[in-house]
């Protein structure tokens, strides 16, 4: 029994990663690749920090991965992506607006 699902969990990686390979998953794998990356950029910073901190990066990876994931989504006609990236985007890059904006007067986030 646990064979015949090792067997059909390796069919279905095989079918959904080698067989369905094309640009498309590509392009939302490196999406997601560099949404993903913004953790540990967050993580990573707050260590040398010594206290939880937002890096500017945080928000351009950010930014970077949910554009790319919004054009994968609208590419393969996903509501749920397109819906879920399409505010978190805007999102992004207001912060990026505000941090920028309020640079002079020290942001709560850190300069990479």
């Known amino acids: 029994m646990l064979i015949s699902y090792g067997q059909a969990l390796g069919d279905y990686m095989y079918d959904v990663f080698v067989a369905k390979f094309d640009f498309w998953l590509a392009f939302g794998l490196v999406a997601q690749l560099l949404f993903t990356a913004r953790f540990l950029v967050q993580w990573i910073s707050s260590e040398r920090a010594g206290k939880s901190v ?3 990066a945080f928000w351009f990876f950010s930014m970077g991965g949910g ?3 919004l054009i994968y989504g ?3 006609r996903e509501p749920v992506i397109i819906l879920g990236q399409s ?4 999102i992004y890059i207001r912060n990026i607006m505000l941090i920028i904006k309020n640079h002079s007067r020290g942001s709560e986030s850190v300069p990479n």
Not at 87 to 90: E, G, W
């Open 54 to 56: 937002v890096p500017m």
């Open 74 to 76: 609208i590419a393969k």
């Open 67 to 69: 554009l790319m994931t």
């Open 87 to 90: 505010l978190a985007t805007v």
